[in-house]
């Protein structure tokens, strides 16, 4: 049954007509119009607008000619809005033309020293808006499920580079580039949001809630399991008492490979269900009383714009990443650069790029909290996640992937951990610890290049 409205000429000629029509549409930041989502649409298409002349205007059709069809317009509009504002709205994405530069150089001349320079470079913004459209898709999922996502995605750079690598046989890149993605979110990322947000609140000392120092003890617990995970195939390795030499240690990091991979099941379940009161983050706390100061923000996209952007992202981070594997070996000899260098230092600026842009612009914010947790718990999960997934992608491939680090490298992991720990039990921060990390990481840049790596 039709339902239909029927409209005094006079209030046509007094433009309340227009008034009435004025709820079906909003204009977006830029001054064009654009239709509201589904939801917040007053009247369905089945509803038509006629005067009592019998002269009808409904929203599928038009009155002579005089209004487009919505959904066409509508669309062109959000694809416009969407590409504005994911492309055009961040200075980094300057340096997305790089990536098809990269392939063009590899195509024409093959030097692969700017191939992985290039690839670099064209990674990085697209890891970058990856996390940005994880941010926008949490507005949807809530603050905790969307910390995940963050971090899931905010790692998918890694794993998709990683893999790549075991296809071609370098597992050693792939130990290497996981171990660098830990210390750089550990030390460079965490001390650069503890420097940064130290300076701009530098007459108050930033304090750790509560919950996130209950969450952060948890998580430090899963960093030394994963270094005990590490650890004992190294010193099984080296100490010469392996039962089946070369073969003890290989089934060995299997086993703990689905260990770690069980425990961090356990950890999520943890996290989500049966504790979810101790991460439950400041906004949802203020929400929850009322006094959320964050009220007015909203996303930039919809939830179908941001899975499909981050679909989008993945699948170019994909084809860099084939690029940037094989470029390795070829940048190591045209720099004079120790791959282990490469692997740890500089792989990881590019997988890290958008936890280092997210935790930096939270901690500015004096939201320590969000940026501690970026951070520390990107580190678990490629640890307890990244790490033995790996292993166990291995064994199906037939890549004798294992979690045998060397002794450095795991020395290095371990001091680590045990220096982030420390700086987190007070349950402040400031600028100084900040600046210590940092020059930590320094250190650790500093004796990669000058380590010799005994496999390589």
Sequence with gaps: METRIEVNPTLIASGLLDDLSKPCKMESSNGIPMLKSEDEVFFGPEINFHQSESTLVDVHGSHSGDLQTVPHETLAVIIYR???????????????????????????????????????????????????????????????????????????????????????????????????????????????????????????????????????????????????GILFPAVLYYTRTEVHFGKSELALSRFSSCIMLVAYAAYLFFQLKSERSLYVSVNEEEGQNGNNSNEDESPDISKWESIIWLLVMTAWISILSEYLVGAIQGASTAWNIPIAFISVILLPLVGNAAEHASAIMFAMKDKLDISLGVAIGSSTQISMFVIPFCVVIGWIMGQPMDLNFQLFETAVLFLTVIVVAFMLQEGTANYFKGLMLVLCYLIVAASFYVHVDSIQ
């Design 82 to 228: 969407s590409i504005r504002v994911v492309v055009f709205s961040n200075r980094l994405n300057l340096l997305i033309p790089f990536g098809p530069l990269a392939i063009l150089v590899q195509k024409l001349t093959g030097h692969t020293g700017w191939v992985f320079a290039l690839s670099l470079l064209g990674i990085m913004p697209l890891a970058e808006r990856l996390g940005y459209a994880t941010e926008q898709l949490a507005f949807f999922t809530g603050d905790t499920v969307g910390g995940l996502l963050n971090a899931t995605f905010g790692n998918a750079t890694e794993l998709i580079i990683s893999i790549y690598a075991l296809k071609s046989g370098m597992i050693r890149v792939v130990q290497l580039s996981l171990l660098g993605s830990i210390l750089s979110n550990m030390l460079l990322v965490l001390g650069c949001a503890f420097l940064s947000g130290g300076i701009v609140f530098h007459k108050k000392e930033q304090l750790i809630q509560f919950s996130m120092q209950a969450s952060a003890s948890v998580n430090a617990g899963l960093l030394l399991m994963a270094v005990m």
